[in-house]
Antibody, heavy 115, light 112 residues
Framework: EVQLVESGGGLVQPGGSLRLSCAAS????????MNWVRQAPGKGLEWVSY????????FYADSVKGRFTISRDNGKNSLYLQMNSLRAEDTAVYYC????????WGKGTTVTVSS | DIVMTQSPLSLPVTLGQPASISCRSS???????????LNWFQQRPGQSPRRLIY???NRDSGVPDRFSGSGSGTDFTLKISRVEAEDVGVYYC?????????FGQGTKLEIK
């Protein structure tokens, strides 16, 4: 069974940092591109970042460019999102999702940025 | 950025009746490879999103055949032939042709 499990969320002060992880299982992780997508409380979905399977192609939403860094470790079947200079507007549930089309999503991890 | 506009934003439907959601993009979603990367997602209350339809009209595994997708270019539709109680939730379209990826605002389906 394909499974994605996000972790690393929590409460952080404005200007702080967090590193999210997404552990993948049930499929050949190294063959698939991956995404991070977020959802602010009571709001819709916002795509955050994309990384290709060999990490050669990376994209970010303008709202996080220069502050967030996506990476992956194919040997550990894991996806990461390093989030720096966090703002209140980054408060959201963060999901990892497989592939160009968001084939499968994890259950998400909650990030709250507040003093 | 490509703007995805869904309508309606709220959709009250009687059980057993059909439902239809429109999604329009501000630019054509036809990719240079010839495919059109328009996907539909369902988000039930308290759950993470689940993809229903990919590349306009292809149903994902396990998705009931009462769900169908159609459209081309900039104009797309998700149809539910007969709404069931388990269909309650928010439906999103998403374009995967252009960067950045963008979602529609979401359509909340409820039972009348």
């Amino acid at each position: 069974e394909v499974q994605l499990v996000e972790s690393g969320g929590g409460l952080v002060q404005p200007g702080g940092s967090l590193r999210l992880s997404c552990a993948a299982s049930g499929f050949t992780f190294s063959s698939y591109s991956m995404n991070w997508v977020r959802q602010a409380p009571g709001k819709g979905l916002e795509w955050v970042s994309y990384i290709s399977s060999p990490s050669t192609l990376i994209f970010y939403a303008d709202s996080v460019k220069g502050r967030f860094t996506i990476s992956r470790d194919n040997g550990k079947n894991s996806l990461y999102l390093q989030m720096n200079s966090l703002r209140a507007e980054d408060t959201a549930v963060y999901y990892c999702a497989i592939g160009r089309g968001g084939d499968v999503w994890g259950k998400g991890t909650t990030v709250t940025v507040s003093s | 950025d490509i703007v995805m506009t869904q309508s309606p934003l709220s959709l009250p439907v009687t059980l057993g009746q059909p439902a239809s959601i429109s999604c329009r993009s501000s630019q054509s979603l036809v990719h240079s490879d010839g495919d059109t990367y328009l996907n539909w997602f369902q988000q039930r209350p308290g759950q993470s999103p689940r993809r229903l339809i990919y590349k306009v009209s292809n149903r994902d595994s396990g998705v009931p055949d009462r769900f169908s997708g159609s459209g081309s270019g900039t104009d797309f539709t998700l149809k539910i032939s007969r709404v069931e109680a388990e269909d309650v939730g928010v439906y999103y379209c998403m374009q995967g042709t252009h960067w950045p990826r963008t979602f529609g605002q979401g359509t909340k389906l409820e039972i009348k």
